[in-house]
Each structure stands twice: as structure tokens, then as C-alpha cells.
């Protein structure tokens, strides 16, 4: 980097900072996401919330989402083509917290060809009522099998009970055979 | 039979399953690197249990979390279990959750209602 260049790097990452700040972000992450970072994000984000006298529920629920979302991560994301800076198992992870909300939110490629099953999934979620996803759930734990990489399809039924929220999800095209794939979900802060 | 003593960590329960002094015992934190690979010596020592299970056990959950891949692990055990008490063993599960924590009971409630197994919700402070 020459000089000129340097300055427009260190602006960038101001601008940078003022909008993690804009957007409320505590915690973003770009990359591998593995068992090790599982356990140090959810315990960095235990520790703050428990300094800022977090409510338990509100603790435990975002402890729960965050651990889901970061292992739906590990467990499917996709690799994109096989000389680029994207591998399989990665993916962006940001936390953000609002004054009534808090925000997690995942990124990852995927393969086109899994949009249809994954928005068909998702959207039956949504679909649900509390009694309704406890259903589904009680029925995947009983007749859903573990897939190789651990996966027990309970991830998102998990994340909308824990949360009361819908999941919000949005798919953007990367090129003919892969998108990147966009999940946020809500925890409210007030009980 | 021998006796499966395993340390909590902060991603995996303490296990302790004791036939000779009737010790059977699952809590703390559950969310292993690999559930299937943590949970099959537990599941494969009940089955051998089950060939010579004491007349009476009293089998007690005290998680505190548990991820979703656990969950489906944790319905493997009660269902071993389950059989048990089919073949005419007398079983009692104990589902220990803190008092404030709802989901903690609703899962146990959900297991209970799931597999066909005398079972007892227990709330504790802590």
C-alpha cells in the first residue's frame, strides 16, 4: 500500500467502525466457523450481557440462537468454486443489540439448487403458532436422523420457538450456481 | 458393570452412570464439537445395562442447556429407557430444571409426552 492508499484504508475502517456503531453491532466475524469460536462468541457475548444485568431469559434465549446459527454455519454452509476466498464451513456472524432487540444474523453460500428446499422449509416455520412449531419439533426429534455432519434438522424450528419471532431470510445471487444465503433473527429484550 | 464417570466441561455434561450404587446422572451444559461421538459410549452402556438393569432406576437429567443436536440424543437415552420399563422394570426419570426456567421445563414436559416412561418434573433454585 502506498501512502495515498494507506489513508483510504484507515478512513474505510472509521467508516467502518461508525457504522458497526450506526447499526449497533457488538460482535461481526467473517470466516471459518468452528467449535472453538462456537464457545468463545457465546461465552464473549454471556459475559457482556451478564455485565449490562441481562435478563436470564433474555441471556439464555440469545445463548440458544447464537449457538444454532453459528452451527447451521459450520454444518451447511457451501463452498464457493474451488479457487476462491470462500470455503465451505464459513461464513459472516454478526450480533447486534438494540434498545428493544437483540439481532443475530448469519451469511453464508449456498448452492442454488438448495434455495427452493431451504425457502420451502423456512417458510413452513413461519407458518407455525407455538403450538404448532413445538409439533414439528417433537416430531423431527422422533423420526428426523442425525445427518453425518450432526445436523438434527432442529436448528430453525429451535430458533423461531426460542425467539417468538418469524426468521427473516433472504437469498442474493452470486452467480448461476450459488447465492448467499441471509438469516436474522429477533430477541426481544423486554419480557 | 463398569462405571461411566465423565467431567462436565463447558460444552459437555457430567455423566454419571453407577449401576452397583444406583447412580444415573446427566447435567450441566450439553453442546458437544460432535453429539454422536460424546453420547455413544452412554447409549452403548445402556444397552448393556439393559440386560441386567437393577430392579428400580432412577435416571435424573440436571441440564442447564442443551443444543438441538443434544436434544435428539437425549430422546435416544429416554427411549432406551423407555424399553426398560416395557421389558417390566421399574423406571423413573427425573427432569431437574431451575425454577425460572421455562424452556427447561417445557422440554421436559415435550420428552415426557414423547416417550411412555413414569416421569417427574423437578424444579430446584440455584
Wanted: glycine share 6%.
Amino acid at each position: 500500500m502506498d501512502k495515498s492508499n494507506v489513508k483510504g484504508f484507515l478512513e474505510f475502517v472509521y467508516d467502518f467502525y461508525r457504522s458497526m456503531k450506526a447499526h449497533e453491532i457488538t460482535l461481526v466475524y467473517e470466516g471459518e466457523i468452528t467449535h472453538q469460536i462456537t464457545k468463545a462468541f457465546t461465552s464473549l457475548t454471556e459475559s457482556n450481557m451478564a455485565k449490562e444485568s441481562e435478563s436470564n431469559s433474555v441471556q439464555k434465549k440469545v445463548f440458544h440462537v447464537m449457538v444454532e446459527c453459528l452451527q447451521n454455519i459450520s454444518k451447511h454452509a457451501d463452498s464457493f468454486g474451488s479457487d476462491d476466498f470462500l470455503f465451505a464451513g464459513r461464513g459472516i456472524f454478526m450480533v447486534s443489540k438494540g434498545k428493544n432487540d437483540y439481532h443475530v444474523t448469519t451469511g453464508n453460500v449456498i448452492e442454488n439448487d438448495k434455495i427452493e428446499e431451504l425457502t420451502e422449509m423456512l417458510d413452513h416455520i413461519n407458518s407455525l403458532d407455538k403450538d404448532g412449531l413445538k409439533d414439528l419439533y417433537k416430531n423431527q426429534m422422533k423420526e428426523g436422523r442425525l445427518s453425518e455432519k450432526g445436523g438434527a434438522g432442529l436448528g430453525f424450528i429451535d430458533i423461531a420457538r426460542k425467539t417468538n419471532n418469524k426468521l427473516d431470510f433472504h437469498f442474493l445471487p452470486i452467480d448461476e450456481g450459488s447465492s448467499f444465503f441471509l438469516l436474522t433473527s429477533s430477541i426481544s429484550r423486554i419480557a | 458393570m463398569e462405571v461411566i464417570k465423565i467431567k462436565g466441561t463447558d460444552d459437555t455434561p457430567t455423566v454419571i452412570l453407577d449401576k452397583e450404587n444406583g447412580i444415573f446422572e446427566i447435567s450441566g451444559r450439553s453442546l458437544p464439537e460432535d453429539v454422536t461421538t460424546f453420547y455413544e459410549p452412554i447409549l452403548s452402556w445402556l444397552d448393556d445395562y439393559q440386560e441386567e438393569a437393577n430392579a428400580k432406576t432412577v435416571f435424573s437429567f440436571k441440564l442447564v442447556y442443551f443444543n438441538t443436536a443434544s436434544s435428539k440424543l437425549i430422546l435416544d437415552i429416554l427411549m432406551k429407557l423407555e424399553d426398560m420399563h416395557e421389558n417390566g422394570k421399574e423406571i423413573l426419570i427425573k427432569w431437574f430444571f431451575p425454577e425460572d426456567d421455562e424452556d427447561m421445563q417445557e422440554a421436559g414436559e415435550e420428552y415426557a409426552d414423547i416417550v411412555d416412561v413414569p416421569f417427574e418434573q423437578v424444579s430446584y433454585n440455584f
